[in-house]
């Protein structure tokens, strides 16, 4: 049995073996000559097994310029894998007993403010000695170039404090291999590149490496780095950092690289004994360990081992499975790191995917910043956009023709109640019909946990992206208790809040919500809502509110947000703007001119607004004061708040025939008064409530209550954005805020630029509520987009027919994927849980 079993084994692993092998040439051949294709990969690459060369190719160009076309022998700069020379250097020194790695590293520099550190903390990363790039930058001068005795000068001038203490953690800083690279030149007294031709590049006779910096004359047959931006290459090379050693700067090609490879199996430079070194975790003075030795990360103790490295338009990789005797080089000029991430991938015969690229062609791009619309292409790889510009397609690129239609950031709703209806509906079609990609949700003081909206989507995907503000009401009533909320919170329940409020925040929050009107919250006091706000000032977060009143106590609730942007040092945003008073219409100027005014006096306020002259809301705000049995309130609401005769009564629990009819029109029925009805409405609702605990939907009104001329004002404010207030059905800007703008109060009535007013729908909004990476058609940031049509767009719900879908939305993608096309959802769901943008 034992001997079939080992004659099976034997006879099958040579073949499993060399189909393995045949596998990783040809995967690794399709996948590179694809991404060179496709403008990501320009390099060379060799795969060698027992250090004979299996693959080894050339793809691209040395100069992009010239047009040199790349050869196996081209001599790229390796960037980080330079460390491993140095470190090489170092133990070569150590056999030559001219130091010893435990050396102290001021016995060399004596200059260097640092006790305590030795030689092989540096080779380790383990000095805690911090990076130097940022001292240089803030420190230097026009034209002037880092060399490494500037480096050690800055550092004895500076004194930066460690990042940590030496030996107890591991930390990668490439001032380390500076200070070896120096120590090196000054116990030899030989610059570092003499030492390396005569110590390594002569006895390996490598062809085509050596040390190469700013300051030493260029060799012939040298890469040089370059970036592609919108489809455009630019040089990307030495800059000036570039004069210095250590941490980079050495050259070599692919091929002299399998031969210094190949020697660390022998002792042509050094005995095994020295070099097993490099080879082994680096121990804390705790006796832990982290998987770094000399210059070589360790993947698998004896059995892998590698290093990359990444400076200005290089990337490159080199990999060792000693146990299998394999190696990978991947040597790489541009800013595109896949080349080196796939091949990697396949080396170590791991799962990959190619990205997927889509190009947007023929569209007119209005780019969210507010600048003119351009006629541009658009590419998207994954879930990110890549460029922008005149581009033309890559092969195995998918292309979308947009018909010179215009293209657009996906639309940002930032004060949206859409949420509570994503897990039956995740297609989202109120949103995505109307262009939103993203809607915030936690608003007027109410919210979910962030880990359960994270769940949520984890466990129903949804087609749209959604953000949170934490609510005060909830954190109220999660401290005080759902039927306690009709006063002040104590000092303690506030501290209580704020624990709460704190985790939120940590878990990605972008702040605190306050319905300060509604009556959960319409009873806690400023210093409570200060309180809180500060916590979310801590972590960089902002205000949102629904203010105290929108009515009768307008100018109150707005001198009360700005204290709170005041004393709580953050910025505030009001929530759906409005001028609901009759006596107060007109004033929007005036208003705006108060809050101007706050502004220069450096208070970030800021607002969002519907366009819309009725709102959506409970009946019980028309009782500011909460009497809700007092005629003489009444009377106030239906003369000055609503209008009657136009505000609709939607859904009514009590009564269904009450549905879709305006206060007048139920007062006939009922043969009240319209005032007498307010209060005979709410008392019918309070009754259903209490036979119907826990149905939360029972009842709301379209209340018609601003003039057109205010909010055309509102919306023109420099610092207002869109947003629906929406939610699935009910008010028509559930269905039509953001193409009602469009087409009503931008291309009919001509109010701002369209460039405009996608900014306030897309940049501006992701600005007021903290989101980064959204909101601007440019390389790097996420692709959502939508593909509309100027001459068509137009909102089709109505008070009648509220959930009517818009006119001229073609297509709307959300993290690269096509989610709505021809009013319709794809049921592609690639919607995401956006925390807070760090600032
Ligand atoms: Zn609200």
């Known amino acids: ?127 805690g000695i911090p990076e130097y790039f940022d001292y240089f930058i803030n420190n230097r001068t026009p034209l002037d170039t880092l060399t490494n005795e500037k480096m050690i000068a800055l550092f004895a001038t500076l004194k930066p404090p460690l990042d940590f203490a030496t030996g107890t953690k591991w930390n990668y800083s490439n001032t380390n291999y500076v200070l070896l690279s120096s120590i090196i030149q000054r116990i030899t007294k030989m610059p570092i590149e003499q030492f390396i031709q005569h110590k390594i590049v002569a006895p390996l006779k490598l062809q085509q490496t050596y040390m190469y910096n700013v300051f030493l004359p260029a060799p012939t047959n040298h890469v040089y780095g370059f970036e592609e931006v919108n489809g455009k290459q630019k040089l990307n090379d030495l800059i000036y950092f570039d004069g210095v050693t250590g941490d980079g700067n050495m050259y ?144 195995g690129e998918i292309v979308i023709d947009g018909g010179g239609k215009i293209l657009a950031p996906g639309f940002i709703d930032t004060h949206s109640h859409l949420d509570r209806s994503l897990q039956k509906h995740p297609e989202a079609l109120p949103a995505l019909s109307q262009g939103v990609t993203t809607i915030v949700a936690g608003q007027d003081g109410g919210s979910d946990d962030i880990d359960s909206i994270i769940a949520a989507v984890q466990q129903t995907p949804i087609a749209i992206n959604i953000a949170s503000y934490t609510g005060q009401t909830t954190l109220r009533a999660k401290v005080m ?7 002040m919170a104590t000092i303690a329940e506030i501290d209580s809040m704020k624990k709460i409020f704190t985790v939120e925040m940590q878990k990605g929050s972008l702040g605190l919500s306050t319905g300060l009107e509604y009556e959960g919250a319409h009873f806690s006091s400023r210093s409570e809502v200060i309180a809180l706000a500060k916590t979310a000032a801590e972590y960089h977060g902002r205000y949102i509110s629904h203010m105290r009143s929108e009515d009768i106590g307008l100018a109150d609730a707005i001198e009360e947000i700005i204290n709170i942007g005041r004393e709580a040092k953050l910025p505030v945003q009001i929530s759906h703007f409005k001028i609901a008073l009759k006596d107060d219409w007109g004033s929007a100027a005036q208003i705006l001119g108060a809050l101007e005014q706050a502004r220069q006096e450096g208070i970030n306020i800021t607002a969002d607004c519907y366009p819309y002259e009725y709102w959506y809301s409970t009946l019980r705000v028309l009782f500011p004061k909460t009497d809700f049995t007092n005629i003489e309130s009444a009377t106030f609401a239906v003369n000055e708040t609503i209008d009657p005769a136009a505000s609709v009564v939607f859904p009514f629990a009590p009564n269904k025939a009450y549905e879709g009819k305006t206060i007048n029109e139920i007062a006939a029925m009922r043969n009240e008064s319209a005032a007498q009805t307010l209060i005979s409405l709410i008392a019918l609702v309070d009754e259903y409530e209490k036979k119907n605990p826990g149905d939360d939907n029972t009842e709301g009104i379209i209340g018609k209550s601003m003039t057109n001329a205010d909010i055309k004002q509102l919306l023109s404010w420099a610092n207002t954005n869109i947003c629906s207030d929406g939610g699935a059905g009910g008010h028509p800007r559930s269905h039509g805020a953001f193409t009602r703008l469009l087409s009503y109060y931008v291309l009919q009535e001509k109010i701002m630029s369209i460039e405009n007013a996608v900014q306030k729908m897309t940049s501006l909004a992701a600005e007021h509520v903290g989101i980064k990476d959204r909101g601007v058609i440019a390389p790097g940031y996420f692709a959502d987009l939508v593909l509309f049509d100027a001459a068509t767009v137009k909102d089709n719900a109505t008070i009648a027919d509220p959930t009517a879908l818009s006119d001229g939305i073609l297509k709307v993608w959300v993290n690269g994927k096509i989610v709505y096309r021809d009013k319709a959802t794809t049921q592609q769901y690639p919607g995401m849980f956006i925390k807070r943008g760090i600032e």
């Not at 031969?259 to 004994?273: F, G, H, N, P, V």
């Not at 680096?282 to 698998?300: A, C, R």
């Not at 208790?481 to 006063?487: A, Y």
Request: hydrophobic share 40%; net charge positive.
């Open 252 to 395: 070599s090609s692919v091929e002299d690289l399998l031969k210094w490879e190949q020697a660390l199996y022998s002792e042509k430079l050094i005995k095994q004994s020295t070099l097993q070194q490099a080879f082994m975790p680096v121990h804390f003075n705790n006796d832990s360990t982290y998987p770094y030795g000399f210059g070589w990360f360790i993947e698998k103790e004896n059995e892998l081992y590698w290093h990359t490295g990444g400076w200005a338009g290089f990337i490159n990789i080199i990999y060792r499975d000693v146990k299998n005797k394999r190696t990978l080089i991947v040597l790489s000029s541009g800013s595109n790191n896949k080349g080196v991430q796939l091949a990697r991938k396949i080396f170590e015969h791991k799962p990959y995917v190619l990205p997927s690229l889509q190009l947007i062609t023929n569209v007119s791009v209005i780019d969210g910043t507010g600048t003119p619309a351009r006629k541009a292409a658009v590419r998207l790889e994954n879930n990110k956009i890549t460029a922008v510009g005149e581009l033309t397609p890559y092969p």
């Open 1 to 127: 049995m034992k001997q079939i079993f080992s004659f099976i084994l034997s006879s099958l692993l040579p073949a499993l073996l060399f189909a393995q092998t045949n596998n990783t040439v040809s995967q690794m051949d399709s996948v590179l000559t694809l991404l060179h294709a496709q403008h990501q990969f320009n390099g060379t690459v060799l795969y060698a097994e027992k250090g004979k060369v299996l693959y080894k190719k050339a793809f691209g160009v040395a100069d992009f310029r010239t047009g040199t076309v790349l050869q196996t022998t081209s001599a790229f700069n390796l960037a980080s894998v330079s460390k491993q020379f140095i470190s090489m250097c170092i133990m070569i020194l150590q056999e030559e007993h001219k130091l010893d790695f435990n050396d102290d590293v001021q016995k060399y520099i004596p200059e260097l403010p640092y006790k305590k550190i030795t030689i092989r903390n540096l080779m380790t990363h383990t000095s």
């Open 481 to 487: 208790g759902d039927s306690n909320l009709h006063r």
